[in-house]
T-cell receptor, first 115, second 114 residues
Framework: DTGVSQDPRHKITKRGQNVTFRCDPI?????LYWYRQTLGQGPEFLTY????????KSRLLSDRFSAERPKGSFSTLEIQRTEQGDSAMYLC?????????????FGPGTRLLVL | AQSVTQPDIHITVSEGASLELRCNYS??????LFWYVQSPGQGLQLLLK??????LVQGIKGFEAEFKRSQSSFNLRKPSVHWSDAAEYFC????????????FGRGTSLIVHP
């Protein structure tokens, strides 16, 4: 068990470019969550998967955002046509089982800066 | 919808002193409550959680929290703070029915003086 990993850890991009982040959950965790955290705020939920199914999306997830978890293992979060307001830390978490009480284990995050 | 208020943005304590971080929640039914800690450059780590039962919850690193329904509070405490406890602390609330997704507070930054 190596924990939740995220790649890259840092990303600087220019406005209008597309970016993609990857999250590798703890092996055999069937739930995977994406959050966004801006400076001075707590994490805000974006979306979550149970296995490969995307079960819920926040209204924060605009049409420019898309997330996938094609084989129920790793997940990607893509932001198209980035805007300066997308600058934030993007956190991934995973949990096992089907009960929502299961502890979520967080990765270190990907810090995005849009210039 | 549920919400969380952490009224203190920063808390400064001396090493060895006791600590209490405040958390107030809003939710119509019995909530699920969590405290997480985030060190610089790190992800969030769960300190403790409350779902039901004993309202005094013990967590890791010597932390505890008490659920008080009458006050809609879930304050985090530690009897003696260590310099390594300096970090950002987040309280979160989850709905006990239907789709559960935690709502986080804005966090309290803990500064520990030697």
């Amino acid at each position: 068990d190596t924990g939740v990993s995220q790649d890259p850890r840092h990303k600087i991009t220019k406005r209008g470019q597309n970016v993609t982040f990857r999250c590798d959950p703890i092996s055999e965790h069937n739930r995977l969550y994406w959050y966004r955290q801006t400076l001075g705020q707590g994490p805000e939920f974006l979306t979550y998967f149970q296995n490969e199914a995307q079960l819920e999306k926040s209204r924060l997830l605009s049409d420019r955002f898309s997330a996938e978890r094609p084989k129920g293992s790793f997940s990607t979060l893509e932001i198209q046509r980035t805007e300066q307001g997308d600058s934030a830390m993007y956190l991934c978490a995973s949990s096992s089982g089907t009960a929502f009480q299961e502890t979520q284990y967080f990765g270190p995050g990907t810090r995005l800066l849009v210039l | 919808a549920q919400s969380v208020t952490q009224p203190d943005i920063h808390i400064t304590v001396s090493e060895g002193a006791s600590l209490e971080l405040r958390c107030n929640y809003s939710y119509g039914a019995t909530p699920y409550l969590f405290w997480y800690v985030q060190s610089p450059g790190q992800g969030l780590q769960l300190l403790l959680k409350y779902f039901s039962g004993d309202t005094l919850v013990q967590g890791i690193k010597g932390f505890e929290a008490e659920f008080k329904r009458s006050q809609s509070s879930f304050n985090l405490r530690k009897p003696s703070v260590h310099w390594s406890d300096a970090a950002e602390y987040f309280c979160a609330v989850g709905a006990s029915g239907g789709s559960y997704i935690p709502t986080f507070g804005r966090g309290t930054s803990l500064i520990v003086h030697p």
